[in-house]
C-alpha cells in the first residue's frame, strides 16, 4: 500500500510539473514550428528564382571594360582618380549579379533569414528579390513578431522569478550576517520575544461571546482596561478566521473514481498559467546596475566563444555584433561567414535579448519615477505661497 501510495504520489507530481511546463513548451514549440516552416517556404521560393541579367549588369561591365581600357593606354593617370572611378562602378553594382541564389537561400540560410525577420533584427545581408518573396515576407513578419514578443514576455517571467528570488535570498543572507555581527556584541533573547508574541495571539477554538473574548485576554485580567472598537473588531476577526477552517471538498474524493475532474481542473490551471504571462515581469523589482553587469558578462561569454568560428572577429568585434543583435539593431556592418553555427546560439539569442529587455523596462521604470519627482518639484515650485494676514 505504502509503494502504491508513493507511486501515485510520483505520478501526480510528474502531472503538475507538465502541466506547468506545458505553455512555456507550447510557445517556444510553436516559434521552431513557425521558424523551419517560414525556412522551408523561403529556401523554395527564393532559392529556385532565376537570374536575369539586366540592363544594369551589361552597362557596369561596359563602364568596367572602358575604366580597364583608359588605365592600360594611360599608365600615367592618376591612381587616386583610378580608385574614385573603381569605387563609384562598384556602387552601382548588384550583388545578384555574381551570387547564384541556390548559395544563399539553402535551408540554414533561409533560417537563419527567418530568425532576423521575427526577432526584428534584420541585418540586411539577406533580403528577399522576388515580388512574391517580399510579399511573404510582409506576411511572416506580421505573424511571427507578436510571437517572438509572446515567447519573449514567457521567457521573462522565467527570468524575472529567477533574478527576484536570487536577489531576495542574497538581501536574506546579508541581512542575516549583519544581524549576527549585531547580536554577536549584545545578549539577543529570542525566545522571550516569541513567547510574548504567542502570548500576544488571540486563540479561540469555542465560539464565544465578546464579553467571553475579552476575559480570556491576559492583558484584562492583569488590569482592566477599556478597548476601544477597532480592537474588539480585530478580536472578532481572529475569532471568525479561526471558525472559518476549510472544509473538505467532497468533488476531491471522486477524483480518483472520475478522471475528468482531475482533465478538467488541470486544463483550468493551464488556462490560468496563460492568463498570468507577464505578471511576474511587472512584479520585477532590481538594481539597474545589476542588470548591466548580466548583460556584460552575457555578451563577454558570447564574445569569447564566437571567434572561434568567426575568425575574422576578435573579441571586440565579436562582443560590438552580440550586443547589435540583441538590442535588435542589426546594422549588419559585421557579416558571419558560418551563420548556421550561429543558429546553435539561438537559444542565446533569445535569452539575452529577454535580458536586455529586463533591463530596458527597469530603465524606463526609473525614468518614469525620475520623470514624476521632477514634475511634482516643479509643481511645487510654481504653487503660489500662501499669505498669512494678521488677526
Not at 572611378?85 to 548588384?94: S, V
Not at 514576455?153 to 538581501?171: C, H, P, Q, W
Not at 545578549?187 to 475579552?214: F, H, W, Y
Not at 546553435?344 to 518614469?368: C, P
Amino acid at each position: 500500500m505504502a509503494s502504491t501510495s508513493q507511486s501515485l504520489r510520483g505520478k501526480r507530481a510528474c502531472k503538475k510539473i507538465f502541466w506547468a511546463v506545458f505553455p512555456h513548451a507550447c510557445f517556444i514549440l510553436s516559434l521552431v514550428i513557425y521558424a523551419f516552416l517560414g525556412a522551408l517556404m523561403f529556401s523554395h521560393i527564393e532559392g529556385n528564382r532565376k537570374v536575369n541579367l539586366s540592363e544594369g549588369y551589361r552597362k557596369f561591365l561596359q563602364n568596367l571594360w572602358y575604366i580597364s581600357r583608359n588605365l592600360s593606354d594611360n599608365m600615367t593617370e592618376n591612381e587616386e582618380v583610378f580608385k574614385e572611378k573603381i569605387h563609384a562602378l562598384l556602387n552601382t553594382a548588384e550583388r545578384d549579379w555574381f551570387v547564384n541564389p541556390k548559395d544563399i537561400w539553402t535551408f540554414f540560410g533561409s533560417l537563419f533569414f527567418c530568425c532576423t525577420v521575427f526577432t526584428t533584427v534584420g541585418y540586411g545581408n539577406t533580403y528577399p528579390v522576388t515580388r512574391i518573396g517580399k510579399y511573404l515576407c510582409m506576411l511572416y513578419a506580421l505573424f511571427g513578431i507578436p510571437l517572438m514578443f509572446l515567447v519573449l514576455t514567457d521567457m521573462g517571467d522565467i527570468l524575472a522569478t529567477v533574478l527576484s528570488k536570487s536577489y531576495n535570498e542574497f538581501r536574506k543572507l546579508q541581512s542575516k550576517i549583519l544581524a549576527s555581527k549585531l547580536c554577536s556584541g549584545s545578549t539577543c533573547n529570542k525566545g522571550d520575544e516569541l513567547k510574548s508574541r504567542a502570548q500576544s495571539k488571540v486563540v479561540i477554538n469555542e465560539p464565544l461571546t465578546i464579553m467571553e473574548v475579552l476575559k480570556n485576554q491576559p492583558g484584562v485580567k492583569r488590569k482592566p482596561i477599556k478597548y476601544c472598537n477597532a480592537e474588539i473588531f480585530e478580536m472578532l476577526i481572529a475569532r471568525e478566521n479561526e471558525q472559518a477552517k476549510p472544509t473538505r471538498n467532497k468533488s476531491i474524493e471522486r477524483w480518483s473514481s472520475c478522471p475528468e475532474l482531475t482533465r478538467g481542473k488541470a486544463m483550468s490551471r493551464v488556462i490560468e498559467n496563460f492568463d498570468k504571462i507577464g505578471k511576474q515581469l511587472e512584479k520585477l523589482d532590481v538594481p539597474i546596475v545589476l542588470m548591466v553587469i548580466v548583460i556584460f558578462v552575457y555578451i563577454s561569454c558570447a564574445a569569447a566563444i564566437l571567434p572561434n568560428w568567426e575568425t575574422r572577429l576578435d573579441f571586440q568585434e565579436a562582443f560590438y555584433f552580440c550586443f547589435i543583435t540583441l538590442t535588435t539593431i542589426g546594422f549588419g556592418d559585421t557579416q558571419l561567414e558560418h551563420p548556421k553555427f550561429f543558429l546553435f546560439f539561438s537559444l542565446y539569442i533569445i535569452i539575452g535579448m529577454e535580458i536586455v529587455f529586463i533591463a530596458f523596462k527597469l530603465g524606463q521604470d526609473r525614468l518614469i519615477g525620475l520623470y514624476k519627482k521632477v514634475i511634482s518639484f516643479c509643481g511645487e515650485k510654481k504653487l503660489p505661497s500662501k499669505k498669512v494676514y494678521p488677526k
